[in-house]
């Protein structure tokens, strides 16, 4: 299996908390770069979250510290810890390796998508 799915997503209530989880395997990811972005209905794919291969983590101007972005010890799973949830996070979030030479997180010029997780909060 050569793609990439997201994990983790669900319903939940304004302050609440989901982990999302994506495999990375295959030749769909980067080693040096790796982050989740997300798509709202109406709304153009937006950057969340990026981390590269040192550990450095960026985010969007909207997560203001609810969200933690890790991968696990072997780096083989990428993970985006939320927290404090609010109804404008609802989204399909994806994981995606970011086309950006600083490893920032953009979503223009990113190619392979593949599978997204929804997120639902209700207030």
């Known amino acids: 299996q050569d793609q990439l799915v997201a994990d983790g997503g669900g319903s939940v209530q304004t302050g609440g908390s989901l982990t999302l989880a994506c495999p990375l395997f295959g030749h769909t990811y980067s080693t040096y770069c790796m982050g989740w972005f997300r798509q709202a209905p109406g709304k153009e794919r937006e950057g969340v979250a990026t981390?590269?291969?040192?550990?450095?983590?960026k985010y969007g101007d909207f997560v203001k510290g609810r969200f933690t972005i890790s991968q696990g010890t072997t780096k083989k799973i990428l993970y985006l810890e939320m927290t404090n949830l609010e109804p404008e996070d609802s989204a399909i979030y994806y994981c995606?390796?970011?086309?950006?030479?600083?490893?920032?997180?953009?979503?223009?010029?990113?190619?392979?998508w593949g599978q997204g997780t929804q997120v639902n909060v209700s207030s």
């Open positions: 981390i590269d291969r040192y550990g450095n983590t």
């Open positions: 995606a390796a970011p086309q950006d030479s600083n490893c920032r997180p953009v979503a223009a010029g990113i190619i392979y």
